[in-house]
């Protein structure tokens, strides 16, 4: 059995950094990743948007609360974990992602004047399926 999920998304807010009772940290932070297709009957573009809770833990936890901002371009793995709690009586669910791996895509220079890049200097190409469609969607 797979459980692993890969997500290029911009981070939708500044990530907020805990530190647990066993002395490590956690930091969470939330992903939008948007698809974009044309429409078949009327042609014209629409989006649709998606939002990721995305946690880490320990030094990737450091790490992530430290150079992590709203708006940065980052690539991430991890795996599907559900939770739950009891509040007010009713038990709640929550699905997140618990990254293994961040990886920001933005250059230092981008970064500086505001603008996204493109994938910079030492990270690897990414396949093509892994960047919003253009296309148009077949169903």
């Given at each position: 059995?797979?459980?692993?999920?890969?997500?290029?998304?911009?981070?939708?807010?500044?990530?907020?950094?805990?530190?647990?009772?066993?002395?490590?940290?956690?930091?969470?932070?939330?992903?939008?990743?948007?698809?974009?297709?044309?429409?078949?009957?009327?042609?014209?573009?629409?989006?649709?948007?998606?939002?990721?809770?995305?946690?880490?833990?320990?030094?990737?936890?450091?790490?992530?609360?430290?150079?992590?901002?709203?708006?940065?371009?980052v690539y991430v793995e991890g795996r599907l974990?559900?939770?739950?709690w009891e509040q007010d009586g009713v038990t709640?669910?929550?699905?997140?992602?618990?990254?293994?791996?961040?990886?920001?895509?933005?250059?230092?220079?981008?970064?500086?004047?505001g603008h996204t890049a493109q994938p910079a200097?030492?990270?690897?190409?990414?396949?093509?399926?892994?960047?919003?469609?253009?296309?148009?969607?077949?169903?």
């Amino acid at each position: 059995m797979i459980n692993k999920v890969f997500l290029i998304g911009n981070v939708g807010r500044d990530p907020e950094t805990r530190n647990l009772e066993s002395g490590g940290s956690v930091t969470s932070f939330s992903l939008a990743t948007t698809m974009a297709w044309n429409d078949k009957k009327s042609g014209e573009k629409k989006e649709l948007t998606e939002w990721h809770r995305i946690v880490t833990f320990n030094r990737l936890a450091e790490i992530c609360g430290q150079y992590l901002s709203k708006g940065k371009l980052v690539y991430v793995e991890g795996r599907l974990h559900t939770r739950s709690w009891e509040q007010d009586g009713v038990t709640r669910y929550v699905t997140e992602i618990r990254a293994s791996l961040v990886q920001m895509l933005n250059s230092k220079e981008s970064d500086r004047r505001g603008h996204t890049a493109q994938p910079a200097g030492n990270n690897p190409p990414l396949p093509p399926d892994t960047y919003p469609m253009d296309d148009d969607i077949p169903f």
